[in-house]
């Protein structure tokens, strides 16, 4: 995704490639691969909740024991809710 443009104007100004890639490859490469990362890694989290249909333990499924014992099905619905958007949001502005 770098241009060749790039790297030779690097190596027109004498830079060594580990130099190239450092202070010129790196950075607009990181540019490209981060934002998708990032919503990658969100989707995941957000995916998270379907997980605890197929058995694995999470915030919605803690949240089910609870209110198993209890019998506060919604303050504990909305809890749990609160708690991935919370944790979303620090994730997306991240």
């Known amino acids: 995704a770098i241009d060749r443009g ?7 100004l004498g830079l060594k490639s580990r130099q190239t890639f450092r202070t010129v490859s790196l950075p607009q490469a990181a540019r490209l691969v981060i934002p998708p990362t ?22 919605l499924t803690q949240a089910q024991v609870i209110y198993a014992r209890n019998f506060l099905v919604i303050e504990l619905l909305f809890v749990a809710s609160i708690w991935y958007l919370a ?8």
Request: proline share 0%; aromatic share 0%.
């Open 6 to 12: 790039q790297r030779e104007a690097a190596t027109a």
């Open 38 to 59: 990032g919503n990658q890694a969100i989707g995941m989290l957000k995916a998270s909740a379907i997980v605890s249909v197929i058995g694995m333990q999470d915030l």
């Open 87 to 94: 944790i979303t949001t620090v994730a997306s502005i991240g």
